[in-house]
């Protein structure tokens, strides 16, 4: 271990460019995004320690404090550039298991006849199945909610 440290460390921030650069490859290879946050550490560490080799001053940032500024940069970009993105998987979708709630509160306009209380609405860019008051075809309708695959409708708009 000790010789691979000291390996490590001759090379000085190639050493954490390399593995940027593994790391890097890694992400491409597999799915997800693991070794992105890990591999942007690392390339921070070799950008630092290079501009710090540049000035002479290489021998101020031992290699294990160059460890320790690598593991608090992975721990900020895991969690600091995910916060600043503002990932939510909320925010993609609201509910997977009821496709058509993203609709509720929204008017949509009736594409088949809605009698006996059924009939096809679009909303978005598909015609959804509607359940509701009947309304002939054109009509503007409020989304109240949904019936499994079916939007239940509302004839009672509140338009401003």
């Known amino acids: 271990m000790d010789a691979l440290i000291a390996f490590l460390s001759s090379l000085g921030f190639w050493s954490w460019l390399l593995l940027a650069l593994a790391l890097f490859l890694l992400e491409t290879l597999i799915p997800g995004v693991h070794f992105l946050w890990f591999g942007l550490a690392a390339f921070i560490v070799g950008v630092i320690m290079a501009v710090v080799s540049g000035m002479g001053h290489a021998e101020l940032f031992p290699f294990a404090w160059q460890l320790v500024m690598f593991a608090i940069l992975a ?59 009947d309304a002939p075809r054109g009509t503007k309708v409020m989304v109240s909610g949904v019936n499994g695959t079916a939007l239940v409708v509302s004839r009672d708009i509140d338009e401003d």
């Open 75 to 133: 721990v900020v970009t895991v969690f600091g550039v995910k916060k600043l993105a503002g990932a939510s998987p909320m925010d993609e979708r609201p509910d997977i298991n009821a496709p058509g709630s993203q609709f509720i509160g929204r008017i949509v306009v009736v594409e088949e006849n809605i009698v006996g209380g059924r009939g096809k609405v679009r909303a978005g860019d598909s015609v959804w199945l509607a359940q509701g008051e």
